[in-house]
């Protein structure tokens, strides 16, 4: 919470009135869009015509973006990944820069393994950090670092992410870009909404649940560390004893569990809050796409995004990443990667077929840093054991 | 054909060194290919499960042997080695924990297995798993090969060729399929409630969907391995017993069948292999609940716990290499029978429907069967493909044109991933053939140990997949130093195309080989006698009579290249390279369309490589002889 303050301290009325207006700017009209389009493309012109005042940002070079597969790659009719539209946005306010992307072949894990055997880490900035992730990062590298502190100064709309999507670093490596609620998600026909986690635990849900395994899932992992909130690290283990006496099911991937789910193997799953938007989209009857928040809590999980330690292009990294939080991008990357925006909601405009099928839970749950270090890989390899022995 | 005089003088120049060297060549070539893909990057993982704190150790093993939780009722044994009485009981424990009970699929009852209990452990249920598969996958592969070997029906090539068709798809289409086909709402559901049957086989019992599911994948390499010995059985041995007397069946037995079964057992035991190293099918089919040796592989190497993963992986290859080896010993105990070569006489399936014998009626009902297993998933993927929430559409067909046009230069596209499959497929398809013979050739004639030197050829069977990605990842990316300034990196399409034959040359070998031995020596040494060099006699005497099973393992390796997902992703790091595999998994979204799209496309083109492979494979076969 600590650099959640300082942002708000630092957050001054000059910076905030500016960035309260952009926001108009860029979530509705083009005309507004326009306005800061040329209040940007000015300062482009600035670093460009060598007019030189060490303060100015360097905005030119190619900035390399390392992220996950489906941020360039997701297959839908209607929306396609947000990667192509933020190189091509990026790139039009800034004519002197390029992005690339790459995608690490073993995600995060490879950057980590490079920086222990001493090879480059090619990338500038990293999007699709989670707060496991820099648990991971520290317990393997030490005092080595993979990501350095972000200087949320240097982000005009940095102050815009809402406060509960704060990851806890002690190091503050990490600011979000959007976020997940994991809840579950459950066909009306065959079952009624859970009150309580509790509840699973009883003759109704005997049979009915799939979630994932916490070992390497999102949203097993999340499902694992909202019962671990719940039931505390002593007693969530009992809890799932009796979870899978209740013949719970526990798949692979949310893939498998999901497709296990559509084809009406089940009539609940774990998954995220914002499942009715893709059943509207693609006119799936609702029925079979209700939204649970158990305890009316969901458990909540951001997708930060990181400067990789040692870039030579820190100005246009963090140009990239306040670009990453202006409306428009954050809508596009709320539709296409179907999660909620970072930002708080005066700062982006989303359509109703969005706002009205995307639920968030009264109360969202997360366990931050402090919580997880030293803690995460122990609670899910005791899990995982209790299961896979059962 | 008239040749001109300088061509032909390159052509006997050519010729005279592959005569004099092109074995040695080969030994050498095969030797750094497997030196710089598989020994190095493998051995830097596996490096790690001898060390603590920069110590060699064993430590990590005697941890994982005395973990209940690993080897269950065993894990006394080691810790007190000396306590016999226990450990009797706690064999007798292991083993009980394991067996088969009747269920029954509305009034129809199957074998189904026993889940175990704790007292097996991981490695224990992982073993019970595999054996069961195994039995499935021979007991479905094996009539298969007696219909394609015995049987003359149109499109019997044809079907020959596509049999192993479903050895090139990704797990996760092969689970999407199963689900679609076997699930609740699935296909055979659909039918069966028809009459009033109706079942979840996953819910009721996903142990036996599993193994299913691993018949589906290896039941066809069965079925390829053993036809390809089938058509080589001499004919004239055959009808010599018969003409001596022995009935049809006797002479089946006595002569036949010693010819099948290393083809057999050698199948099996690449099955077992297999399914012993089983990771994504388990999860999605199973779930965690039936959790694998790999399945803990896996999470210790994504955790970055390299040294578990490598312990763990040490021991599943061990154990993977000791059943080659025993198997090995076997093979060689059972060389020289009969002698390869001639045609099999087939007959007619369907000469006329008043023929119909019990014979064939079985054949018809096995049909029906394997249509079930093996067709329904297949069907229901493409159908997949062609529907949405609402009905038949080409949406999704539309995405892979769209993308295809209008993707951006950091997209897959899928028809730069089919032609990236195909070279690499044709790539592999070069180099594992010629490795895979080499190989087969050195240790059915290297002296002492050569049973040894031909169970480490089965490494890259053996060893895990996750961490022969580790290993390419953190060897051949990354880099590793050499003494000096040098730093030894490869990656791109000469590292994917050596990391597919690597992957792929075992199941040349495993074809190839038992029928190597088969061959009549005297063949062999009366071209040696005649002049001919070594090289010489391979090429014009054995490999003629071995080519079913050299085209075998070429369809296989094609098999391989084209089916590969892991080792492509790690060292084709552009998505210019990507292949069809690669991209069916980067099109997964929510709706299952797109991907099944790619997959579909993904069957069509490897169904027609396949028949592309074997037939032209058969005609230079043919020419050859």
Redesign the interface.
């Known amino acids: 919470m600590r650099r959640r303050r300082f942002l708000q301290a630092t957050g001054s009325a000059g910076a905030l009135g500016l960035a309260g207006c952009l926001v108009q700017d860029d979530g509705n009209e083009s005309t507004d869009t326009t306005i800061s389009e040329t209040t940007t493309g000015t300062d482009a012109t600035g670093t460009t015509s060598e007019t030189t005042t060490t303060a100015e940002p360097d905005l030119e070079g190619t900035i390399t973006v390392a992220t996950y597969e489906s941020f360039l790659n997701a297959p839908s009719e209607s929306y396609d990944a947000p990667g192509a539209f933020v190189k091509q946005r990026f790139e039009e306010e800034y004519p002197d820069a390029t992005v690339e992307f790459t995608v690490p072949s073993n995600g995060l894990n490879e950057y980590i393994q490079r920086r222990q055997q001493g090879a480059s880490v090619d990338a500038d900035v990293y999007v699709g950090l989670n707060v496991d992730d820099l648990v991971r990062i520290d317990e393997n590298l030490g005092d080595r670092r993979l990501f350095q502190a972000l200087d949320t100064d240097r982000m005009e709309r940095a102050s815009h992410v809402r406060d509960d999507l704060d990851f806890g670093d002690p190091k503050g490596r990490a600011l979000a870009y959007d976020t997940g609620y994991i809840s579950l998600v459950y066909d009306e026909r065959d079952v009624d909404a859970p009150a309580m986690l509790d509840a699973l635990t009883t003759e109704p849900y005997a049979g009915k649940l799939l979630a994932q395994t916490a070992q390497g899932t999102d949203t097993g992992q999340a499902f694992l560390l909202w019962t671990i909130a719940e039931k505390g690290p002593d007693g969530y283990l009992d809890y799932w004893e009796q979870l899978l006496e209740n013949d719970v099911r526990i798949l692979g991937s949310w893939w498998d569990s999901y497709s296990a789910y559509l084809d009406d193997q089940r009539p609940m799953v774990v998954s995220y809050s914002t499942d009715q938007v893709y059943a509207n989209r693609d006119d799936q009857n609702m029925q079979k796409h209700q939204v649970a928040f158990p305890n009316d809590e969901g458990y909540a999980n951001p997708e930060g995004m990181g400067l990789v330690q040692g870039t030579e292009e820190t100005d246009l990294a963090y140009a990239f990443m306040d670009f990453v939080l202006r409306g428009e991008v954050q809508r596009t990357i709320a539709l296409a990667n179907v999660q909620f925006p970072a930002v708080a909601d005066e700062h982006v405009d989303l359509p109703s077929e969005f706002s009205d099928y995307a639920h968030r839970p009264e109360n969202p749950v997360s366990l931050g840093y402090d919580q997880l270090k030293g803690n995460l890989s122990g609670w899910i390899d005791e899990w995982s054991r209790l299961v896979a022995s059962n | 054909m008239s040749r001109a005089p300088v061509d032909s003088a390159v052509r006997t120049r050519v010729r005279r060194f592959v005569d004099d060297h092109g074995l040695a060549v080969g030994v050498a070539g095969t030797a750094v290919v497997l030196l710089l893909v598989l020994y190095v990057p493998v051995g830097v993982v596996f490096a790690e499960a001898f060390g603590v704190d920069g110590r060699l150790s064993l430590a990590r093993f005697a941890a994982v042997l005395t973990d209940e ?1 690993y080897v269950g009722a065993l894990a006394g044994v080691l810790d007190s080695p000396f306590a016999f009485g226990e450990h009797a009981a706690a064999v007798a424990g292991f083993f009980a924990g394991f067996g088969v009970r009747t269920a029954t699929f509305g009034p129809v009852p199957y074998p189904a297995p026993v889940l175990p209990s ?1 007292e097996t452990g ?1 490695f224990g249920f992982t073993a019970w798993q595999a054996l069961l598969s195994t039995i499935a996958s021979v007991v479905v592969g094996l009539p298969a090969a007696y219909v394609l070997a015995t049987f003359e029906f149109r499109g019997r090539r044809t079907l020959r060729s596509v049999t192993i068709l479903p050895f090139v798809l990704p797990g ?1 289409l092969v ?2 399929g199963f ?2 086909a076997f ?4 296909l055979l559901n659909d039918v069966l409630g028809v009459v009033g049957l109706h079942q ?1 086989l ?2 009721t019992n ?1 142990l036996f969907v599993v193994i299913l599911a691993h018949a589906f994948y290896n039941a066809p390499l069965v079925a390829r391995v053993t036809t390809g010995a089938w058509e080589s059985v001499d004919a004239r041995m055959v009808e010599t017993a018969r003409s001596l007397g022995a009935d049809r069946r006797r002479a089946f037995r006595d002569v036949v069948v010693p010819q099948l079964l290393p083809a057999v057992m050698a199948s099996a035991l690449l099955t077992f292999v297999f399914t012993f190293m089983t990771f ?1 099918i ?3 089919l199973g ?3 039936l ?1 694998t040796v790999e ?1 803990w592989v ?2 210790a190497a ?4 390299v040294p578990t993963a490598a312990t763990l992986a040490v021991l599943e290859t061990a154990i993977s290499l000791g059943l080659t080896y025993a198997y090995l010993r076997y093979e060689a105990g059972r060389s020289g029978l009969g002698s390869a070569g001639g045609d099999v006489d087939r007959e007619p399936l369907l000469p006329d429907l008043a023929n119909l014998d019990a014979k064939r009626l079985g054949v018809l009902a096995y049909g029906a069967f394997a249509g079930v297993l093996f067709l329904a998933p297949l069907v229901a993927l493409v159908a997949e493909s062609l529907t ?3 009905g038949f559409t080409l ?1 999704h067909y ?2 892979l044109l769209d ?1 295809q046009t209008t993707g ?1 230069a ?3 596209k899928p028809l730069d991933a089919i032609l990236n499959s195909l070279a690499f497929a044709a790539g592999t398809l070069a180099v594992a053939v010629p490795m895979g013979v080499v190989v087969a050739v050195v240790s059915s004639t290297a002296g002492r140990g050569r049973t040894l030197v031909d169970a480490l050829a089965m490494l890259p069977v053996a060893v895990s997949g996750i961490v022969f ?1 580790v290993g390419l ?2 060897g051949l ?3 590793i130093d050499l003494p000096g300034p040098y730093t030894l990196k490869v990656t791109g399409p000469v590292a994917v195309v050596a990391a597919h034959a690597v992957a792929a040359y075992p199941f040349v070998v495993r074809n190839v080989k038992p029928q190597l031995a088969a061959v009549d020596q005297s063949l062999v040494e009366s071209a040696r006698a005649l002049g001919a060099t070594r090289v010489r006699a391979l090429l014009d005497v054995q490999l003629p009579l071995v080519w079913p099973g050299v085209l075998a393992g070429a369809a296989f390796a094609f098999a391989i290249s084209m089916g590969e997902f892991d080792s492509t ?2 060292l084709a ?1 552009q ?1 210019s390279t990507a292949t069809m595999p690669v991209a069916v ?8 369309g ?2 099944m799209a790619m997959g579909s496309v993904l069957l069509a083109v490897t169904a027609v490589s396949f028949v592309a492979v074997d037939r032209l494979g058969g005609y230079v076969g043919e020419v050859g002889r």
């Open positions: 939780f704790v991981l996760i689970a999407a689900y679609a699930g609740e709402s699935g979840s996953l819910e996903p994504p388990v999860l999605a779930g965690l609940q959790a399945v896996f999470t994504s955790n970055l716990d949405n929430g609402s949406q539309a995405f993308r951006a950091f997209q897959t990605g990842l953190t990316v990354f880099g992703v790690i790091t998505s998994e980067r099109y997964l979204g929510r709706t299952l797109p991907a």
